[in-house]
């Protein structure tokens, strides 16, 4: 048995959460294997509406397990919360939702040092979601992290050495702090991860694999976000490619079976940073507000734009994609003619390759092709989608040399076709 990765190709919010529960019922196991809160996975069904932070996606669709792999950073106040929602409409995950002890912990002093160093920065904040991600990360690879299974023994002198080593650094920086509204919730949360099944995943998930389960793996993020191929320093502080989840899983590469690619038919970013087919203009906003583009964690209003060739091939080409899934296809329903970004321009040079940086005068290439100019979003088959629509995607695979094999036209489970 193989590990199938599920992965964004852009600037995350691709649509992840909805085909991760679409595809759920195939699979055994769902695993998220890096990232955090700062993560907004959104699933629609059945007139209702959840948007899952810290938890895998497979856990509305029947008896399956879930894992918040080794790779994950885990808050316990947030996974409290979000627990709790879960547990009052009626979905009590303590059987079936196992938690790595090597998954790092955000603590309330990450989150503090997060805001810190963002203010720091001024005009080059990175527009961090304020979750605590980078300072977690920064102790995990730093080596003076707590993780998950540090909590079965001596927590409270751990934190304690931690938290005095967080504080002088909060104070070189001059930031104001209330550190007592959030203490009460950390150990809250401490106790409600206490109640859950903690493993080592590495072996389980091993395990798994020997005895015949199929596993899907969630990524979070997008590839345009990841630490080492994103559009650095205006990026995550984890491996959200392919690759990522060997690490984050503790699988390896041999076990990686079918890599499917995620991204929308255009495309947005939350957060700072270079963004080359950004539209100003109001086709930016009929995106936006079609496509209803604001943040699932923070709220903020999504930058929108045209989709960039570009970096989807650089994305398919860093996280070999075996399956392209586009979602939103819906949204462009309101456009007469789209444009996809084909080539950069910058100063008397052009190129098809994703380059080092993405300088301020660079500018996009653009092909335009007849939009569909209708609403696709009740469609049930590909042999209801209009000429246009069916001219896209083909010329998208022919140009990404990979098939899109499902095509979503609205955000409920309902709205999805896949291809024969
Ligand atoms: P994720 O972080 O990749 O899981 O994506 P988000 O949940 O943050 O953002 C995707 C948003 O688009 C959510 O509000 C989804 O409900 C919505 N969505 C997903 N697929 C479609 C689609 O095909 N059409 C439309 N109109 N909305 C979609
Ligand atoms: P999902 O999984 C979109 C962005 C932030 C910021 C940068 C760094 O829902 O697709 P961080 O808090 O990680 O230090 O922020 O990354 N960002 C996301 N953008 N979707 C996400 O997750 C994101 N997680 C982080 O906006 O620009
Ligand atoms: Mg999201």
């Not at 409290?80 to 409409?89: F, P, S, V």
């Not at 730093?142 to 967080?166: M, P, Q, S």
């Not at 694999?209 to 993020?221: P, R, T, V, Y």
């Not at 789209?338 to 301020?360: C, H, N, Q, R, S």
Request: proline residues 4%; hydrophobic residues 35%; contains cysteine.
């Amino acid at each position: 048995m193989k590990v199938d990765v599920l992965l964004g190709l852009q600037w995350g919010d691709e649509g992840k959460g909805k085909v991760v529960d679409v595809l759920t019922p195939e699979y055994d196991v769902i695993t998220r294997f890096q990232g955090g809160p700062n993560a907004g996975h959104t699933l629609e069904f059945d007139n209702k509406k959840f948007v899952l932070h810290n938890i895998p996606s497979g856990i509305f669709q029947g008896d399956k397990i879930n894992v918040i792999g080794n790779g994950v950073v885990l808050d316990p106040i947030t996974f409290k919360k979000e627990i709790d929602g879960l547990k009052a409409q009626g979905f009590d995950l303590k059987n079936s939702l196992f938690i790595s002890k090597k998954a790092h912990l955000i603590l309330p002093t990450h989150r503090i040092l997060d805001a810190a160093s963002e203010a720091a920065k001024g005009k080059t904040k990175i527009g961090s979601t304020l979750k605590g991600i980078g300072p977690t990360y920064m102790d995990k690879t730093g080596r003076n992290g707590i993780r998950v299974g540090d909590i079965l023994t001596n927590f409270e002198e751990k934190y304690a050495a931690l938290k005095e080593k967080h504080e002088q650094l909060i104070k070189m920086y001059g930031f104001e702090y209330n550190l007592a509204e959030y203490e009460q919730g950390l150990k809250e949360g401490i106790e409600t991860l206490r109640e859950f099944t903690l493993i080592d995943s590495e072996h389980e998930l091993n395990r798994y694999l020997k005895d015949e389960k199929s596993i899907l793996a969630e990524g979070a993020q997008g590839t345009l976000l990841d630490i080492d191929f994103g559009s650095y320093p205006y990026v995550t502080s984890s491996n959200t490619v392919c690759a990522g989840a060997c690490i984050g899983m503790g699988v390896s590469p041999r076990n990686i079976g079918e890599v499917y690619g995620i991204f929308k038919a255009y495309c947005t970013r939350v957060g700072a940073g270079p963004f080359p087919t950004e539209l100003f203009d109001e086709d930016g906003d009929k995106m936006r507000e079609h496509g209803h583009e604001f943040g699932s964690t923070t709220g903020r209003p999504r930058r929108c734009g045209w989709l960039d060739l570009v970096a989807l091939k650089y994305s398919v080409m860093v996280n070999g994609v075996t399956n392209l899934i586009m979602m939103k296809s819906d949204v462009l329903g309101c456009f007469e003619t789209i444009k996809i970004a084909t080539a950069y321009k910058m100063g008397d040079a052009v190129t098809e390759e994703f380059p080092f940086e993405l300088p301020e005068n660079l500018e996009p290439v653009y092909k335009e092709m007849p939009g569909w100019n209708c609403d696709l979003t009740g469609l049930k088959s590909e042999d209801d989608f209009p000429k246009e629509l069916k001219d896209y995607i083909q010329y998208l695979e022919d140009e990404l040399e990979v098939p899109i094999t499902i095509v979503s036209v609205g955000p409920d489970r309902e709205q999805t076709i896949v291809r024969e």
